[in-house]
């Protein structure tokens, strides 16, 4: 069966530094991949070339074996592939459902003419898209309660722009889902909570690439790590290996601490 | 806590639903020239309603672009003008075309349409506001043109006796008669863009104009998102001028100065950025206050004051007063900047601007991160 995702010896350079290297690696349907790595090892440049955000200087980047290099970011999202953003990028004027309802937009069939004309089909749309939207976001109990999906995302807590960009991302119903560290921020509890529901929506049959820079963090829920240093994969497999995986330690720790260890 | 205090969602005001104030509008604005008809004020107020009627027309239209998208369009006067030529060149006898209402009011929309969409070509495919400086040179470009290439447009000499128009089989030649075809056409161009303002097609303007990447990243094809928007006001201010050489019966190219673009995005600006009746609001006070001003010290206030009553006031105040039109920019100038700073989210606020102009600095936030954290553990309600 082909991936559902494959990076294919991928290169990203910025003037002189290599963000992303020679980066290769597949993605299977149904799977939990983290990808982590320390500060600046290109993780979120990944995601980037990914999303049609950033386009490789060399290699390529296969969904469902398709190519996805050259698309334009809509034209991602609109094959499948939804993400968040490790530094929220909210819509934060607008309201917390409003949010998840632009996250719809690409599902969403009503055009200029009939928006103009408010036809009875753009009326049961909206009103369909809303009680989606609510569904969706009922996926994080107790966090959006009625009165707050009127509110605009920026008076939420941190935790849940974070819940939020997710939701968002999960309106477009994708197959694959990508989240850049989506528990920065929270505490333990949170964090405990929030890998279940990721671990739920795995189990509703999506697929999720995961960034997270914290190692325990992503122990408990990804069926496969893959591990980033200065742009480069330097290991990869099941999460309990790739912890004593001395250059792993070593790109985490220092050389020191990993002596130690 | 400043941070919930600013996200108050309450309307602007409270006490009086949107819909009954916009009835209130148009019955007011439906009944306004029977002051006339009947005697109360002069017949020139006909006039200054018209216009101001155009006004709205294109402050409705610019905001659509501006309030909802977020792009600063700075030459939206050619595009009126482009409506206004149109109209003008096919029902005159200056080739001695009469082309019939309708149809031409269609051309006159296209063509500026056709306009809005060769602007939004270069600069629309470029993040940041590259349409404010490519429309800017497009709005003195197209008066140039219009000034320039006499063997069409007679130049500055402008082109005169243009036809009236027959709608529906009706003659429309009194000045109340045209009041009452623009004001049909200002609703409905209200109802046009507020429909498209509460659909998935402004919803994606605004979330364009929020974050860009974001908005992308969410499925939305930016370019054609914002292209759509640029064209749509473009039309609109392709029939406001239409409208406009019909009922003035005569153009010339200083209708269309760089200067009715700044005074237009002034009128949305004071009204309110992104709010309809923001803008209708702005462009009656604005168009119609030097008039008003006019008026009222040169006819009002000296039948209730006494005929000199200004008698010890200094000279320059009475000349401001009754030459008020001379010192409309300054006037204008002025306004704005007081509502900027008191203000800013204008007259009748927009939700999403006037949350967007209270928005507090993000460091502010990062700062406040740890109470945030606090909130959410303990009392959530805070929240709600
Ligand atoms: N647009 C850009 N321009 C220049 N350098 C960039 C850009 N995006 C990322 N980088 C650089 O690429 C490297 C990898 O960044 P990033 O992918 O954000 O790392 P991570 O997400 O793993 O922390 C960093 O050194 C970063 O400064
Ligand atoms: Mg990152």
């Keep these: ?261 | 806590m400043s941070r919930i205090r600013n996200t108050s969602n309450a309307p602007a005001l409270p006490w009086i639903p949107r819909w009954m104030l916009a009835l209130a509008a148009l019955l007011a604005a439906a009944a306004f020239p029977l002051l006339v008809e009947y005697g109360v004020i002069q017949t020139v107020w006909i006039r200054v309603g018209t216009r101001a009627l155009v006004y709205v027309l294109l402050a409705v239209g610019l905001n659509l672009i501006m309030g909802e998208t977020g792009m600063l369009n700075l030459g939206y006067i050619a595009f009126f003008a482009i409506g206004a030529y149109t109209t003008a060149l096919f029902s005159s006898p200056r080739f001695g075309f009469e082309v019939p209402f309708w149809p031409l009011l269609v051309m006159s929309a296209g063509l500026a349409m056709l306009a809005g969409y060769l602007v939004g070509l270069p600069s629309l495919r470029l993040r940041g506001d590259y349409l404010a400086i490519v429309t800017l040179a497009f709005g003195e470009v197209t008066r140039y043109t219009f000034n320039n290439w006499e063997s069409v447009t007679n130049g500055p000499g402008g082109i005169p006796g243009i036809y009236r128009p027959t709608v529906f089989g009706y003659l429309v030649e009194r000045p109340i008669e045209f009041y009452y075809l623009i004001l049909v056409f200002v609703v409905l161009a209200v109802l046009l863009v507020a429909n498209l303002k509460n659909s998935r097609v402004g919803r994606a303007w605004n979330a364009l104009r929020e974050d860009e990447i974001a908005a992308e990243a969410a499925g939305i094809h930016g370019m054609r998102a914002k292209m759509v928007a640029l064209v749509i006001s473009a039309a609109i201010a392709g029939v406001a001028g239409s409208l406009f050489a019909y009922y003035q019966q005569f153009i010339n190219p200083t209708y269309f100065v760089f200067m009715q673009s700044v005074i237009i995005v002034c009128m949305i600006v004071l009204g309110g950025l992104g709010s309809i009746p923001g803008a209708v609001l702005g462009a009656v006070v604005l168009d119609s206050l030097p008039e008003f001003t006019r008026q009222s010290f040169s006819s009002w206030l000296p039948a209730i004051f006494g005929r000199d009553f200004m008698a010890g006031w200094p000279d320059f105040l009475r000349t401001f007063f009754l030459d008020f039109d001379q010192y409309r920019m300054l006037i204008v100038g002025l306004v704005i900047v007081v509502m900027v700073i008191f203000r800013p989210e204008g007259l009748i606020p927009d939700a999403l601007w006037r949350r967007e102009v209270h928005q507090e600095d993000p460091r502010e936030q990062e700062h406040t991160l740890q109470t945030l954290f606090d909130i959410e553990e303990g009392k959530q309600d805070l929240e709600v």
């Design chain 1, 1 to 261: 069966m082909t991936p559902i995702l494959e990076f294919k010896n991928v290169t990203k350079t910025f003037g002189g530094l290599s963000a992303v290297k020679n980066l290769s690696f597949t993605v299977d349907r149904g799977e939990i991949v983290s990808i982590i790595g320390p500060n600046g090892s290109g993780k979120t440049t990944a995601f980037n070339l990914i999303t049609g955000i950033y386009q490789p200087d060399y290699g390529d980047i296969l969904y469902e074996g398709q190519s996805v290099v050259g698309l334009r970011p809509d034209q991602v999202q609109g094959l499948g592939i939804a993400r968040t953003f490790q530094l929220l990028r909210l819509f934060s004027s607008m309201t917390v459902l409003e949010n998840v309802l632009v996250g719809m937009h690409g599902r969403m069939r009503t055009g200029v003419f009939s928006a103009i004309l408010r036809l009875p089909s753009v009326v049961k749309e909206e009103r369909k898209a809303k009680a989606k939207a609510k569904e969706i976001l009922a996926l994080f109990p107790g966090r959006f309660s009625e009165g707050r999906q009127g509110q605009p995302a920026q008076a939420l807590s941190y935790a849940n722009r974070r819940r939020l960009e997710i939701a968002r991302a999960l309106a477009s119903d994708p197959k694959l889902l990508l989240l850049d560290e989506p528990v920065a921020g929270m505490n333990p509890a949170e964090t405990m909570e929030l890998m279940h529901q990721i671990r739920d929506l795995r189990e509703a049959g999506r697929t999720i690439l995961l960034i997270e820079h914290d190692m325990k963090v992503i122990m408990g829920a990804s069926d496969r790590v893959i591990v980033m240093d200065h742009g480069e994969k330097i290991a990869e497999g099941i999460p309990d290996v790739v912890a004593k995986d001395p250059l792993v330690v070593e790109a985490y720790l220092g050389k020191r601490a990993a002596s130690i260890a």
